[in-house]
């Protein structure tokens, strides 16, 4: 069973921090990741994508992705009361994404 | 933009009732999906279609069928809705090819059975 594994949370972090939510991934064959966020009673909306090891920045946020330890990792920085939501991490592999349950960030003022 | 649109944001339904959710993309993408999403269970692939006309089977596909007559538009049928199938329903689309293959989902649709 592929899997991706999320610790659910919740993280709670003061506004102006580095937020850092992890994700680890069981297939090795797992091609690309994504992060989404997720507002309660919203669906998801796509932040970023990594395929390739190492760091991927956009903005306030970073991906960071280490695929020897199947181990992908969301960095926010300078953290907002806006960011407070669920993040869900996805591997994609072969045909279909698969999701971790998710991680719900509370920043708090 | 992309977007994706389903048809209710919210629908109540009798048990045995026949459901059909839509969900239409203006991105001509290839791939269409359908999920439902639990708390504490996450996000779970019901259907997929590469294509007009195919479908495949995601994790759940049982009691659910689906229909893909034109590349934009992906419905999702409960052929006799029950109560443990009051759930978020998430339609999403993607691209084909490429080193990406991200999903954009639609608004959801808020479905309960009673």
């Known amino acids: 069973q592929k899997e991706v594994e999320q610790n659910s949370g919740p993280l709670s972090v003061p506004e102006g921090a580095i937020a850092s939510l992890n994700c680890t991934y069981s297939?090795?064959?797992?091609?690309?990741f994504f992060w989404y966020r997720q507002y309660s009673g919203k669906s998801p909306e796509l932040i970023m994508f990594?395929?390739?090891?190492g760091d991927k920045e956009d903005g306030r946020f970073t991906a960071q992705l280490n695929k020897a330890s199947q181990y992908v990792s969301l960095l926010i920085r300078d953290s907002q009361p806006s960011d407070s939501a669920t993040y869900l991490c996805?591997?994609?592999?072969?045909?279909?994404?698969?999701f971790g349950t998710g991680t719900r960030l509370q920043v708090f003022p | 933009d992309v977007k994706v649109t389903q048809s209710s944001r919210y629908l109540v339904k009798r048990t045995g009732e026949k459901v059909f959710l839509e969900c239409v993309q203006d991105?001509?993408?290839?791939?269409m999906f359908w999920y439902r999403q639990d708390p504490g269970l996450g996000l779970r692939l019901i259907y997929f279609?590469?294509?007009?006309?195919?479908?495949e089977k995601g994790d759940i596909p049982e009691g659910y069928s689906v229909s893909r007559e034109k590349k934009e538009r992906f419905s999702l049928i409960l052929e006799s809705a029950s109560t443990n199938q009051t759930s978020m329903y998430l339609c999403?689309?993607?691209?084909?090819?490429?080193?990406?293959?991200?999903?954009?989902f639609g608004p959801g649709t808020r479905l309960t059975v009673t």
């Open positions: 990594i395929y390739s090891n």
């Open positions: 279609s590469y294509d007009v006309k195919m479908k």
């Open positions: 297939d090795r064959g797992s091609q690309s």
């Open positions: 999403a689309s993607s691209f084909i090819g490429g080193s990406s293959y991200e999903q954009y």
């Open positions: 996805a591997a994609y592999n072969t045909d279909k994404l698969i």
């Open positions: 991105m001509d993408h290839e791939n």
